[in-house]
């Protein structure tokens, strides 16, 4: 799918975002803009506003709200850089390599207030209550990394939380912004859900599969740290024998080499592990699309239904 196609869209919310992050001291609001403005499909505000529209609502006014949505999820990878020590963000330094951690830390917070100050007075407890799933998802995710084994349910039940909650945020606020019945509002928000599992199942994909180069960061980073994505949790389920063993060791080390996290991959990609992942990510999508029944036939809905299928066909 050629993203080029939404444009307009795109444009209209970067003008506001710029609008947002204009001010001083120019180094924080520098430090805002790094990442904001580096790279980013800008999946989310497109969920917005096309789940407006496909509700016959004015996709103007949907364009504050996708911005606060981008906004939301910028503040996101500025923060989990800093935690994870990731020195790479969209192929440039993070916020944290480039202006230090604590201007970093300000320009994370800097963003969040952003969002809510230029947010639809409508959907502003959707987003709050959004926020706080998104830091529970967190907190998850780095407790996984200090124990020895996580189970898929629990696995999801993170995802949900850290990743997909926000991509139903931008389809549940497109459609309550654009005054959607309370049918349309459920089905687009289950959409977004099931697309935002599927968005975070893929990424794992990614992280595995992708050379670095094209990824814009160190392939293997989650091996490297010991983060228990679908993909370690799964690949640690059928794995078996000495090579299981070996698996297993490589993870728990603290420090790895390049070498033995090819070596890890090599394991991962020869056990079924990628295919099995692959078909959960599918099955979430499929669902998605099932939602999108309740939505009447228009371009917007047809551009739903493409970026469902983007989800899981993009290589980055």
Do not use: W
């Amino acid at each position: 799918m050629d993203l080029k196609k939404f444009d307009r869209y795109t444009k209209a919310v970067d003008s506001e975002i710029r609008k947002a992050l204009s001010g001083k001291p120019e180094n924080l609001y520098n430090a805002s803009r790094h990442i904001t403005f580096a790279g980013g499909k800008r999946i989310r505000p497109l969920l917005c506003i096309l789940s407006c529209k496909s509700v016959n609502g004015n996709s103007k006014n949907a364009i504050k709200t996708a911005a606060a949505i981008e906004l939301i999820h910028t503040f996101t990878l500025i923060h989990d850089d800093i935690m994870d020590k990731d020195e790479f963000r969209r192929g440039v330094p993070s916020v944290h390599m480039a202006y230090g951690e604590p201007t970093a830390i300000l320009a994370g917070d800097l963003l969040f207030s952003k969002a809510f100050e230029i947010s639809d007075p409508s959907v502003t407890k959707i987003l709050a209550d959004a926020a706080a799933e998104i830091c529970e998802g967190q907190e998850l995710d780095m407790s996984f990394e200090k124990r020895s084994s996580v189970t898929e349910n629990e696995y999801l039940e993170m995802i949900r939380k850290k990743t997909a909650v926000l991509l139903e945020v931008a389809t549940k606020s497109g459609a309550v912004i654009g005054k959607g019945t309370k049918a349309q509002i459920k089905a687009l928000s289950n959409y977004g859900l099931g697309i935002g599992m599927a968005f975070q199942i893929h990424d794992d994909i990614i992280g595995i599969t992708t050379d670095e180069k094209e990824l814009g960061k160190p392939a293997g980073s989650d091996i490297n740290r010991g983060k228990k994505n679908i993909v370690v949790i799964k690949g640690s389920d059928l794995l078996e024998g000495t090579k299981r063993e070996k698996f297993i060791k490589i993870l728990s080390k603290e420090k790895k080499n390049k070498k033995e996290i090819k070596n890890a991959i090599s394991l991962l990609q020869d056990s079924g592990t990628i295919a099995y992942c692959r078909k959960i990510s599918d099955n979430f999508i499929k669902d998605a699309k099932k939602n999108l029944g309740k939505i009447p036939d228009s371009d917007a809905k047809r551009d739903l239904l493409n970026i469902a299928d983007f989800i899981v066909e993009r290589r980055i």
